[in-house]
């Protein structure tokens, strides 16, 4: 199915690409009444301070745009701030909870390399001499959040960012403009109005809950994975573990050295499936659970019944803008928001409303950054967009595809097999460099070998060939001289 959203997608940027061209290939003519027409600069506000909000806030200013960044955590890093906090709701259902925005684990660790993450013109290397720092090829959450504010300090966009203020209202005013209401922690409340806003408030907050008959009623303890930190509640219990992401992977081993029995259901193996997972005597992979009854049991489509303490929903979350208000313009659909222009615009309200990092199943930093560059362009008239019925016809031709292939719509915005296209055909629109060779080629052994040696990736690969290539191609940039 990935294979024929590839095709489809190739086949539909062509015209694109053609009528999205930066300035660099118009004509002489053209060109000169470019150069005469200095660029537009726009005030923009950027909704979180995270990778996504920081890279876009960067890419702002470097095409020249006033920019606001409003961040409702006291500090930069989105969801890679760990804190031990969690919701008041484990499970994530009840809509008066207090909510804590990271998902973050203590033992997360990246599953992918930090050649691959790292934003293209500002390498995620090691620091050598710093003993804070974490020089393993595959970090924990800490080194990341390290590097982001090294990037957040480069850059100098800590001065541009409003901390612990949280938006609450965004809604289109006369002119085209953008109404911005925010709440401070100190109380006060601002309202202020930008001709653009850049939503990059993240989308691992709000949970995604399986719905399995007798759910509601089960007698055990539910959490979503959202609120999970360290295993040490999982001891000498008896966890059903839902989902198969790479979460899902690495709570599942977390808990497993704690924990009486782990019985891990997915909706994505046979019905028939009952079998001990290699390597752990307590550990054991099922379909999906048929239903649950009030006793605490699971019954799995094979017959088998486990009586269990906790389940663990790592389930997954939804697209989520409380703040946002389009008349109906934006909707989120099954975890489709849309109609977005790949991805990020929305036909009838583009270029002054957009989103940065809605994609999953790709490397975001550097789909964050070209995103975040083909916004500045766009905004600053540089580039420019197809008409509102162009955009609403590509729009629907790729819904329609995803229909025709069984696709379900929760699953519009990931990207799987055709990311890098994606990466390329952001760069083309932005007159960048196109994906690294190396950078692919790395993330497929990177996932080759993660299916190989599902324990043991991180610490033992087979690209040193790789890293080079990419250590020699990071000696072109420095941490501030491309700011």
């Known amino acids: 199915m990935m294979t024929r959203i590839l095709f489809l997608f190739k086949k539909m940027t062509t015209h694109s690409l053609l009528s999205i061209a930066p300035i660099r290939v118009l004509s002489k003519s053209a060109a000169h009444s470019s150069i005469m027409q200095p660029p537009t600069i726009r005030n923009v506000a950027v909704i979180g301070a ?29 969801t890679w701030v760990y804190t031990p906090k969690v919701d ?30 790292g934003f293209r013109d500002y390498p995620f290397v090691e620091k050598e ?13 800490r080194e990341v959040l390290m590097y982001l504010n090294d990037f957040a300090k480069d850059f100098g966009v800590y001065g541009i960012v409003r901390f612990e203020t949280e938006v609450v209202f965004v809604g289109l005013v006369e002119g ?15 309202d202020e109005v930008y001709d653009a806003v850049v939503v990059c408030n993240g989308h691992y907050t709000e949970p995604r809950i399986a719905q399995i008959p007798g759910i509601d009623t089960w007698k055990g303890k539910q959490i979503h994975s959202h609120n999970y930190r360290t295993p040490e509640p999982y001891r000498d219990q008896v966890v059903i573990l839902i989902g198969s992401s790479a979460s899902a992977v690495d709570i599942s081993r977390d808990i497993a050295g704690v924990a009486k029995e782990v019985h891990i259901a997915s909706r994505s193996l046979p019905d028939e499936t009952f079998e001990k997972m290699p390597g752990y005597d307590n550990m054991w992979l099922h379909s999906m659970i048929n239903s649950l009854n009030e006793d605490g049991s699971a019954i799995f489509p094979d017959g088998s019944v486990v009586h269990a303490d906790i389940i663990l929903q790592c389930t997954g979350y939804i697209y989520d803008f409380p703040f946002l208000e389009t008349n109906g313009t934006v909707t989120v659909d099954d975890n489709r928001v849309g ?10 309200l583009a270029p002054s409303l957009s989103f940065v990092g809605l994609p999953w199943k790709v490397v975001p930093f550097p789909l964050f950054e070209l995103q975040s560059k083909w916004i500045a362009g766009l905004l600053s008239t540089r580039i420019t967009l197809p ?12 819904y329609s595809l995803l229909e025709a292939s069984g696709i379900p719509k929760r699953y519009t915005h990931n990207m799987g097999d ?66």
């Open 88 to 117: 008041s709701d484990p499970i994530g259902v009840d809509p008066d909870r207090t909510v804590v925005h990271s998902s973050m684990y203590q033992s997360l660790r990246t599953n992918l390399p930090r050649e691959v993450m």
């Open 129 to 141: 001499g710093d003993e804070e720092r974490d020089p393993r090829r595959f970090p924990g959450h």
């Open 418 to 483: 055709y990311q890098f296209e994606y990466d390329d055909w952001l760069a083309a629109q932005c007159g960048s460099p196109v994906s690294e060779e190396w950078r692919k080629q790395m993330y497929l052994a990177v996932s080759k070998n993660r299916r190989a040696r599902p324990e043991r990736y991180r610490d033992e690969w087979e690209d040193d060939h790789l890293v080079l290539q990419a250590r020699e191609d990071f000696k072109k940039y420095t941490s501030v001289m491309d700011k």
């Open 50 to 78: 995270g990778a996504a909000g920081l890279v876009a806030a960067r890419e702002l200013r470097r095409e020249g745009h006033k920019v606001v960044v409003f961040e409702r955590g006291d500090q930069v890093g989105g």
């Open 339 to 348: 109609p977005l222009y790949k991805h990020v615009f929305p036909p009838a």
């Open 387 to 398: 008409s509102e019925e162009e955009m609403m016809e590509d729009v629907r031709a790729f």
């Open 176 to 190: 085209g403009k953008w109404e911005v209401k925010t709440k401070s922690k100190r109380g006060e409340d601002f």
